[in-house]
């Protein structure tokens, strides 16, 4: 059975910084794509960061110079490092991955494309 355990969410003020970490296990399949969502109430689920199996990244535009995707395969983890936050980075994060060699999987960072989730940690900053 599939376990994604995220960790790492808090409360923060404004410039400040936390790192996110997402475990998988008991997935039998080599992770393609792995990434990070986040969603606040009313809305729908953007993709925040991705990363494949090459080690190819990509980043929401609202991030990029402030978020930071890296794994470590050999622990089964994935990370977000995120720094420089902003009131409306607020939003529960989520971890997800995918096994399917799909390259639109990582373009698009589509969440239907992404079949393992995990339970999300929260992230509230404060100005």
């Known amino acids: 059975q599939v376990h994604v355990v995220e960790s790492g969410g808090g409360s923060v003020q404004s410039g400040g910084s936390l790192r996110l970490s997402c475990v998988i296990t008991?997935?039998?399949?080599?992770?393609?794509?792995m990434g990070w969502f986040r969603q606040t109430p009313g809305k729908e689920r953007e993709g925040v960061a991705g990363i494949r199996s090459d080690g190819i990244t990509k980043y929401t535009d609202s991030v990029k110079g402030r978020f930071t995707i890296s794994k470590d395969n050999s622990k089964d983890t994935l990370y977000l490092q995120m720094n420089s936050l902003k009131p409306e980075d607020t939003a529960m994060y989520y971890c997800?991955?995918?096994?399917?060699?799909?390259?639109?999987?990582?373009?698009?960072?589509?969440?239907?494309?992404?079949?393992?989730w995990g339970q999300g940690t929260q992230v509230t900053v404060s100005s």
């Open positions: 997800a991955a995918d096994s399917r060699p799909i390259a639109s999987t990582l373009e698009t960072m589509d969440p239907s494309r992404f079949t393992v």
């Open positions: 008991g997935y039998t399949h080599s992770t393609y794509c």
